[in-house]
């Protein structure tokens, strides 16, 4: 079922719903008073919004896949959807409200069984608060082109579906299997002009070779081979086999591999292009999951409230939305069977919040700690200055107050391994303050979360071995079991024998390496 979004409408008095049902001409209309509230009061920008209502199993597939209702076919989607299904059905984990698409327009995805005033929920938060910050944040600026997202979902869901009835499922789910085992490190973190150019030489990769086979000359079978016990490895790294033509080093395997690997055949490429493509979309929210959930949790809680004040809303409804409101914000304790980490959503909406006291009710510390904000009589301007501005760890560094600190209890502890014992690094104080924001930000810093791993040496022309290094932080080496296993997908994709070499960036001494060789397809 679907719901396609007006103009704003004209805001009429008394309630814009009573009750629990709804139905598509109420959606339209709560959908249109939350836009009015959003656009005129809190000065919000967003694409134009399509809302998609669906069945909690529809739910249970598009949350399975990725969170994304037009994905290609994967096993592993339908092994998600499995697990999913099971928890959901034992009551041991409760369904996403919502879930929404960075695209041009914006799709947004509901539940049937939602309440009205869960309907109003999803949308003032979806519809508007992640639609804004899709829209405005500089990283989906660089990164994301919102108006090929539909038609690139599309084209992966057809070019799959004909690939699985040309070639064969096993075949097909072979190469995404190796693809999906090196989706993060298929992304490219730097100089987003380069996502256009890499484009262009992958395109041109793949013409070379469509021409190269089309003109294929089996008499090139004939020609003299090398003297037997000759140095091959040698003489073709003389000859420019490992080149900069290359590109090397290179941090976006998939790319590589889809530019350079000697075996696959075009729609292999193809697929690991859909794959990659897939990693870059992510790559954003990625660095922004506390400022995109504690955008649109802020501006959920806004127009529900500001609703409420304005007389649209009843007390029933302000209650069932508080009830809601208040268990996606639960930061569990360390110690209870619900922690799993800091919550996103509560350390985002307190932050925003913390920005928006800060602006209008500072203290002397908030004077102390920002004073280019503080006092500024304007937090709506602040907060959406920050929203385009700034991902997680940036946010954190600049905006992490004393306040929230002492709220969520926060405090930083060295754990390192050669001590039988933990120490306390940081406290509340002015120095202890600044070590936590450091650490926390830290965190939310996927460049340093996530191994860096390079290709630095390939051989096209003998050996064709394939050598990656991984660059050691911290003393923090790769677990060897998921290394290999994770290294023999490379091999499968390459071709060919692989090496990987791990590198210590302080001390620069090398650790053993390890070797996989291609297995048959």
Same mark, same amino acid.
């Given at each position: !079922?679907?719901?396609?979004?007006?103009?704003?409408?004209?805001?009429?008095?008394?309630?814009?719903?009573?009750?629990?049902?709804?139905?598509?001409?109420?959606?339209?209309?709560? +959908? #249109? =008073?939350?836009?009015?509230?959003?656009? =005129?009061?809190?000065?919000?920008?967003?694409?134009?919004?399509?809302?998609?209502?669906? $069945?909690?199993?529809? !739910?249970?597939?598009?949350?399975?896949?990725?969170?994304?209702?037009?994905?290609?076919?994967?096993?592993?989607?339908?092994? @998600?959807?499995?697990?999913?299904?099971?928890?959901?059905?034992?009551?041991?984990? %409760?369904?996403?409200?919502?879930?929404?698409?960075?695209?041009?327009?914006?799709?947004?995805?509901?539940?049937?069984?939602?309440?009205?005033?869960?309907?109003?929920?999803?949308?003032? @938060?979806?519809?508007?608060?992640?639609?804004?910050?899709?829209?405005?944040?500089?990283?989906?600026?660089?990164?994301?082109? %919102?108006? $090929?997202?539909?038609?690139?979902?599309?084209?992966?869901?057809?070019?799959?579906?004909?690939?699985?009835?040309?070639?064969?499922?096993?075949?097909?789910?072979?190469?995404?299997?190796?693809?999906?085992?090196? !989706?993060? @490190?298929?992304?490219?973190?730097?100089?987003?002009?380069?996502?256009?150019?890499?484009?262009?030489?992958?395109?041109?990769?793949?013409?070379?070779?469509?021409?190269?086979?089309? $003109?294929?000359?089996?008499?090139?079978?004939?020609?003299?081979?090398?003297?037997?016990?000759?140095?091959?490895?040698?003489?073709?790294?003389?000859?420019? =086999?490992?080149?900069?033509?290359?590109?090397?080093?290179?941090?976006?395997?998939?790319?590589?591999?889809?530019?350079?690997?000697?075996?696959?055949?075009?729609?292999?490429?193809?697929?690991?292009?859909?794959?990659?493509?897939?990693?870059?979309?992510?790559?954003?929210?990625?660095?922004?999951?506390?400022?995109?959930?504690?955008?649109?949790?802020?501006?959920?809680?806004?127009?529900?409230?500001?609703?409420?004040?304005?007389?649209?809303?009843?007390?029933?409804?302000?209650?069932?939305?508080? +009830?809601?409101?208040?268990?996606?914000?639960?930061?569990?304790?360390? #110690?209870?069977?619900?922690?799993?980490?800091?919550?996103?959503?509560?350390?985002?909406?307190?932050?925003?919040?913390?920005?928006?006291?800060?602006? &209008?009710?500072?203290?002397?510390?908030?004077?102390?700690?920002?004073? =280019?904000?503080?006092?500024?009589?304007? %937090?709506?301007? $602040?907060?959406?200055?920050?929203?385009?501005?700034?991902?997680? &760890?940036?946010?954190?560094?600049?905006?992490?107050?004393?306040?929230?600190?002492?709220?969520?209890?926060?405090?930083?502890?060295?754990?390192?391994?050669?001590?039988?014992?933990?120490?306390?690094?940081?406290? @509340?104080?002015?120095?202890?303050?600044?070590?936590?924001?450091?650490?926390?930000?830290? *965190?939310?810093?996927?460049?340093?979360?996530?191994?860096?791993? *390079?290709?630095?040496?390939?051989?096209?022309?003998?050996?064709?071995?394939?050598?990656?290094?991984?660059?050691?932080?911290?003393?923090?080496?790769?677990?060897?079991?998921?290394?290999?296993?994770?290294?023999?997908?490379?091999?499968?994709?390459?071709?060919?024998?692989?090496?990987?070499?791990?590198? #210590?960036?302080?001390?620069?001494?090398?650790?053993?390496?390890?070797?996989?060789?291609?297995?048959?397809?």
């Amino acid at each position: !079922m679907t719901a396609k979004a007006g103009p704003a409408g004209g805001r009429g008095a008394g309630l814009l719903f009573e009750g629990a049902e709804w139905n598509f001409d109420l959606l339209r209309r709560v +959908h #249109d =008073g939350i836009e009015e509230v959003a656009l =005129g009061e809190l000065g919000l920008d967003v694409y134009r919004n399509q809302i998609e209502v669906i $069945t909690a199993e529809q !739910m249970l597939d598009a949350y399975a896949s990725v969170g994304m209702p037009l994905m290609y076919r994967h096993w592993s989607f339908g092994k @998600h959807f499995v697990r999913e299904e099971t928890l959901y059905r034992k009551g041991a984990q %409760a369904l996403a409200y919502e879930l929404v698409i960075n695209s041009n327009p914006c799709v947004c995805y509901v539940m049937e069984e939602n309440t009205i005033t869960m309907q109003a929920l999803v949308i003032a @938060h979806a519809a508007f608060g992640h639609n804004h910050f899709f829209k405005n944040n500089y990283l989906f600026k660089q990164w994301t082109d %919102a108006d $090929t997202v539909l038609d690139e979902l599309a084209h992966a869901k057809r070019f799959v579906q004909h690939c699985e009835d040309r070639y064969g499922i096993d075949a097909v789910e072979s190469v995404l299997d190796a693809a999906h085992a090196l !989706m993060r @490190h298929g992304v490219s973190r730097y100089a987003p002009s380069r996502q256009r150019d890499e484009r262009d030489a992958a395109g041109k990769a793949r013409a070379r070779a469509v021409h190269e086979e089309a $003109t294929y000359n089996d008499l090139w079978r004939t020609v003299p081979k090398k003297p037997s016990g000759e140095p091959v490895e040698e003489a073709d790294s003389e000859n420019g =086999g490992d080149g900069p033509e290359l590109g090397l080093p290179e941090e976006n395997l998939l790319l590589f591999l889809e530019r350079f690997a000697p075996k696959l055949e075009n729609w292999q490429r193809e697929l690991i292009a859909i794959v990659r493509r897939n990693a870059q979309y992510f790559y954003p929210q990625r660095q922004t999951k506390l400022m995109n959930e504690g955008c649109a949790t802020f501006v959920h809680y806004e127009i529900l409230n500001r609703l409420y004040e304005a007389g649209r809303i009843g007390e029933g409804s302000i209650l069932e939305f508080l +009830h809601s409101h208040s268990s996606v914000v639960t930061q569990p304790d360390f #110690d209870d069977r619900r922690f799993s980490g800091i919550n996103p959503y509560a350390l985002g909406f307190a932050m925003m919040r913390d920005i928006q006291r800060i602006c &209008e009710e500072p203290t002397a510390e908030d004077r102390d700690w920002f004073p =280019g904000i503080a006092g500024n009589g304007d %937090a709506l301007a $602040t907060l959406r200055s920050a929203w385009a501005d700034y991902r997680d &760890e940036s946010f954190v560094l600049q905006y992490l107050s004393p306040k929230v600190i002492r709220d969520f209890r926060m405090f930083a502890l060295s754990d390192d391994t050669t001590s039988t014992f933990m120490r306390v690094d940081a406290i @509340h104080e002015e120095e202890g303050y600044r070590d936590v924001r450091r650490a926390l930000a830290r *965190q939310y810093d996927p460049g340093h979360q996530d191994p860096d791993i *390079q290709v630095v040496e390939a051989n096209l022309k003998g050996s064709r071995r394939l050598v990656l290094k991984h660059v050691v932080r911290d003393g923090k080496r790769l677990e060897r079991k998921e290394a290999e296993r994770v290294l023999a997908h490379v091999a499968r994709l390459w071709g060919y024998r692989v090496r990987l070499i791990e590198v #210590d960036a302080e001390t620069g001494t090398t650790y053993e390496g390890l070797e996989a060789l291609a297995m048959p397809w």
